[in-house]
């Protein structure tokens, strides 16, 4: 409907609702808020892998807020999103060597870039980068020359919603089964 402001302000109560179980960080600093701009930020992700990678969708205007930022997310992303967002800093772990002036949590900074329905428009829909070499290797095992290779996760480790969110692997057969002519691409 359009009411961006008053949604971002429902979504950072988040933090206030018992259910939710992700760990909120506190620093003697202050928290970013709208028309900040900084010279160093940290940003720390929160809930699952997932949400981590949708919620660094964001992280291409972030440059509009900091010069430098540091974003911890879970160890298993710190390569992708390095690769795939050069002029930010992802780590698996904080120390006191970082130096910050203020902070945010990753979920909460689409305040600072999705305000209207155009704002979409400004985020890429293919942010992340493949590590070229290795992504070639695989496809040279796995598929011959020009065939469609197709990866698929279905399952959710979330112990609140993962059940609704995951597949047993039986529920991909009707998927095998299609005739391969119908489904080639054309290229």
């Known amino acids: 409907v359009g009411r961006f402001a008053e949604a971002w302000r429902h ?81 698996d772990s904080i120390d006191e060597s970082i130096f910050f002036e203020k902070y945010i949590a990753l979920g909460s900074i689409g305040k600072f870039f999705i305000n209207s329905t155009n704002d979409f428009s400004k985020l890429s829909n293919s942010f992340l980068k493949s590590d070229h070499q290795k992504s070639q290797q695989l496809r040279n095992e796995l598929v011959p020359k020009r065939q469609l290779l197709c990866g698929i996760s279905w399952k959710s480790k979330s112990g609140k919603t993962g059940k609704n969110k995951s597949l047993e692997l039986e529920d991909f057969l009707p998927l095998f089964k299609l005739d391969r002519k119908s489904t080639r691409l054309n290229s």
């Open 11 to 91: 979504f950072d109560s988040r933090w206030n609702v018992k259910s939710f179980n992700s760990k909120r960080f506190e620093f003697n600093k202050p928290l970013l808020e709208i028309g900040d701009k900084v010279n160093c930020l940290f940003i720390y992700g929160e809930q699952g892998l997932g949400d981590q990678l949708l919620y660094s969708s964001m992280l291409s205007e972030i440059n509009l807020v900091s010069q430098k930022t540091y974003v911890l997310v879970e160890r298993r992303l710190v390569t992708l999103l390095q690769r795939s967002f050069k002029k930010v800093k992802f780590i």
